[in-house]
């Protein structure tokens, strides 16, 4: 039985914590533990990650920070360049043992990824390599704009490579001045080749907790990896 996702997206900024947080809702909605996670976050305001605070707000057991968040640097940089300037290397197995914790106290653990999926993590790794690492069914988040077509079935070249399971995808309107959008997100349901799960409209206010964006876990539940 599946225990989590793996959440990605097409690019940094696209949405991913808002996608994780809408899925720690619902599965919460539906009495499981829940808990989101944060292997490495880059970029802080006021010495907090608001990433990690979100998803931290959205989980309903019991973690420390340093557990949903192994990794955290202050420049919002490429998580490798980061490392470096701070003096480390991101270790992948540091992060596998600190979701193994939380996937022993949790029924789902959502793990966001950093920036997009192939996103260097060090000298010889990247993105994919800790997704497969977790080894969890993917969803990725693709932002509604210019040239994400292409984005799109880049990244999901990826992930299939990689010998991961595209789990589904989410559409987040982040241009609200998109045009022919419903035709993209239509073409995007053709070539992608896997389950629609909710459209993320525009909205600068975002509350996940009023439902703004309905997962369709039902879609989730019946992926090749939930049996």
């Not at 990650?49 to 949903?68: C, F, K």
């Not at 210019?146 to 982040?174: D, P, S, Y």
Request: net charge negative; aromatic share 6%; charged share 15%.
């Amino acid at each position: 039985m599946v225990t989590g996702f793996f959440v990605t997206g097409t690019d940094t900024g696209i949405g991913k914590t808002t996608v994780s947080c809408a899925l720690l809702h619902t599965f919460a909605a539906q009495g499981k533990k829940v808990v989101g996670m944060k292997p490495i976050a880059a970029g802080s305001e006021n010495g907090k990650w608001l990433d990690v605070e979100r998803l931290l707000a959205a989980s309903n057991i019991s973690v420390t920070h340093q557990q949903i968040n192994p990794y955290a640097f202050d420049p919002p940089i490429s998580p490798h360049i980061a490392a470096q300037q701070a003096g480390t290397e991101i270790d992948l197995a540091l992060i596998h043992q600190a979701y193994q914790e939380l996937k022993n106290k949790a029924d789902i653990v959502i793990v966001e990824g950093a920036g997009g999926f192939l996103v260097p993590i060090n000298q010889s790794q990247n993105g994919s390599d800790l997704a497969q690492a977790l080894n969890l069914p993917v969803i990725l988040v693709v932002g509604m704009r210019l040239g994400c077509l292409n984005h799109a079935l880049l990244t999901v070249q990826a992930i299939r490579a990689a010998g991961l399971n595209l789990a589904g995808w989410v559409a987040n309107c982040t241009d609200p001045q998109m045009q022919v959008l419903k035709q993209n997100i239509a073409t995007l349901e053709q070539w992608l080749n896997c389950s629609l799960l909710g459209v993320l409209p525009f909205d600068k206010k975002i509350d996940i907790q009023e439902n703004v964006i309905s997962v369709d876990i039902i879609k989730l539940q019946n992926c090749a990896l939930w049996l």
